[in-house]
């Protein structure tokens, strides 16, 4: 099928992962990112319909969302917290919890919203398109993870500085090697919904909105 041709993979996997963020980082749109996350998402979708329909029908895989995934995700995010905490504490004091003082009213929303409207459309190009889509490149074990994490972190340097693509690098082995072990696009995306909630909250989620990009 051409749609699985290698050298078609190539061209995509250029312009899609390379050429657009590459794009978005050049002409600062990091304002416009959500459209161009769920244009990419969307296309995402349209390509696992017309060519991985089989794997888009266990997409969710709600059956890994289980005690026994959760707590290492848990323990894990927890360790993070502390570091993400001590890391702004030391970087940038002045922004930490700067989200209760200046903009309180949005906390609730910021909660419900970033799973749906950022987490899950990240999740679902980064780890359930990513891997099927690329797995003759990179295949589906360690290099896989790297690869998703790279691309990951090279996305947010569409924020223009150091700590959005930083952040994200580790972030994105964290929820490749989750979706690794469980194909599961729920759990890495309640996974990320909580790393990305906590960010928020403490003042870092500036990297992810502000920093430089103006």
């Given at each position: 099928?051409?749609?699985?041709?290698?050298?078609?993979?190539?061209?995509?996997?250029?312009?899609?992962?390379?050429?657009?963020?590459?794009?978005?980082?050049v002409?600062?749109?990091?304002?416009?990112?959500?459209?161009?996350?769920?244009?990419?998402?969307?296309?995402?979708?349209?390509?696992?319909?017309?060519?991985?329909?089989?794997?888009?029908?266990?997409?969710?895989?709600?059956?890994?969302?289980?005690?026994?995934?959760?707590?290492?995700?848990?323990?894990?995010?927890?360790?993070?917290?502390?570091?993400?905490?001590?890391?702004?504490?030391?970087?940038?004091?002045?922004?930490?919890?700067?989200?209760?003082?200046?903009?309180?009213?949005?906390?609730?929303?910021?909660?419900?919203?970033?799973?749906?409207?950022?987490?899950?459309?990240?999740?679902?190009?980064?780890?359930?398109?990513?891997?099927?889509?690329?797995?003759?490149?990179?295949?589906?074990g360690?290099?896989?993870?790297?690869?998703?994490?790279?691309?990951?972190?090279y996305?947010?340097?569409?924020?223009?500085?150091?700590?959005?693509?930083?952040?994200?690098?580790?972030?994105?082995?964290?929820?490749?090697?989750?979706?690794?072990?469980?194909?599961?696009?729920?759990?890495?995306?309640i996974?990320?919904?909580?790393?990305?909630?906590?960010?928020?909250?403490i003042?870092?989620?500036?990297?992810?909105?502000?920093?430089?990009?103006q």
């Amino acid at each position: 099928m051409r749609y699985r041709n290698k050298n078609v993979l190539r061209v995509e996997f250029f312009l899609l992962c390379l050429v657009v963020p590459g794009i978005i980082m050049v002409n600062k749109w990091a304002p416009q990112m959500f459209l161009f996350l769920w244009a990419a998402t969307i296309y995402g979708y349209l390509v696992m319909r017309l060519v991985y329909r089989d794997r888009l029908r266990t997409l969710w895989n709600w059956q890994a969302v289980c005690w026994q995934n959760l707590k290492p995700v848990l323990i894990r995010w927890l360790i993070a917290c502390v570091g993400m905490t001590l890391f702004l504490l030391i970087y940038d004091p002045d922004r930490l919890f700067g989200l209760f003082h200046y903009r309180p009213e949005i906390i609730p929303f910021l909660l419900v919203l970033y799973p749906v409207v950022s987490a899950l459309p990240q999740e679902f190009i980064f780890c359930s398109f990513f891997f099927e889509r690329y797995k003759d490149f990179f295949g589906s074990g360690s290099k896989m993870v790297i690869a998703s994490g790279v691309m990951f972190a090279y996305a947010h340097c569409l924020y223009i500085n150091p700590v959005a693509p930083t952040l994200s690098f580790f972030g994105g082995l964290i929820f490749a090697s989750t979706y690794r072990k469980t194909n599961s696009l729920a759990l890495v995306t309640i996974e990320h919904g909580l790393y990305g909630n906590f960010l928020f909250l403490i003042g870092l989620g500036f990297y992810f909105y502000g920093g430089n990009v103006q």
